[in-house]
């Protein structure tokens, strides 16, 4: 049980070009959530998901994109990388029981953008 | 909008001593309130919890107190030790989705 996976774990992008970071659990959890962190801002939602199919924005979501195809994966895209997106991003994932839970994170994707 | 406030930002205390951190949350609708350690390099890892239905819990060196009428929650670690150092975060949740964490407290445990 390797709770949640993100890949990679360090990427270094130049303006304007795209990536995809990949987020993968196996807890079978329906919610997944990715998050930056900047220093002295906690954690910022992007966007989320409350199943396979399904996605929303959070509190920051522009310049970035989401899918979720199969349940298990939860993918974050940048289209045309900035240097304001340099932060990293944390992938999380919560089982929903109708009784909150706590969301399981992953240890990390550190992404500069130069 | 909702608002987790958490403070202090950053807390130096000697080993053996007791650190609080204090956090305060707006939407009185918030029924869950966990508390997350980050180490360095690390995603957060949930460390205790509480509901709205408690006031206070206590799991070996670390309780949480919660007062719903000040919208007050505070995490409390007794007898700290070096490996207590990191990054710790309060969050609020009222159900759904939806969590807010609070912008993080930097604990430094001097031997």
């Known amino acids: 049980n390797a709770g949640v996976t993100q890949t990679p774990k360090f990427r270094v992008l130049k303006t304007g070009q795209s990536m995809t970071l990949l987020c993968a659990q196996d807890?079978?959890?329906?919610?997944m959530y990715w998050y930056r962190q900047d220093p002295g801002m906690g954690l910022r939602l992007i966007h989320y998901?409350?199943?396979?199919?399904?996605?929303a924005k959070g509190e920051v979501p522009d310049g970035y994109n989401v899918s979720r195809l199969k349940k298990q994966n939860f993918l974050l895209g940048l289209e045309s990388a900035a240097p304001s997106q340099t932060s990293v991003y944390f992938c999380?994932?919560?089982?929903?029981?109708?009784?909150?839970?706590?969301?399981?994170f992953g240890d990390g994707t550190r992404l500069s953008i130069l | 909008g909702e608002n987790v406030e958490q403070h202090p930002s950053t807390l130096s205390v000697q080993e053996g001593d007791s650190a609080v951190i204090k956090c305060t949350y707006s939407?009185?609708?918030?029924?869950?309130f966990p508390w997350y350690k980050q180490e360095l390099g690390k995603g957060p890892q949930l460390i205790i919890d509480?509901?709205?239905?408690?006031g206070e819990k206590k799991d070996q060196r670390i309780a949480v107190t919660l007062n719903k009428t000040a919208k007050h929650f505070s995490l409390h670690i007794t007898e700290t030790q070096p490996e207590d150092s990191a990054v710790y975060f309060c969050?609020?949740?009222?159900?759904?989705?939806?969590?807010?964490f609070g912008a993080g407290t930097r604990l430094f445990v001097k031997a």
């Open positions: 999380a994932s919560r089982l929903e029981t109708g009784v909150n839970q706590p969301q399981h």
């Open positions: 807890m079978n959890h329906e919610y």
């Open positions: 998901s409350v199943g396979e199919g399904t996605t």
């Open positions: 939407d009185s609708a918030s029924n869950y």
């Open positions: 509480i509901r709205s239905n408690v």
């Open positions: 969050a609020a949740s009222t159900g759904g989705f939806k969590t807010i």
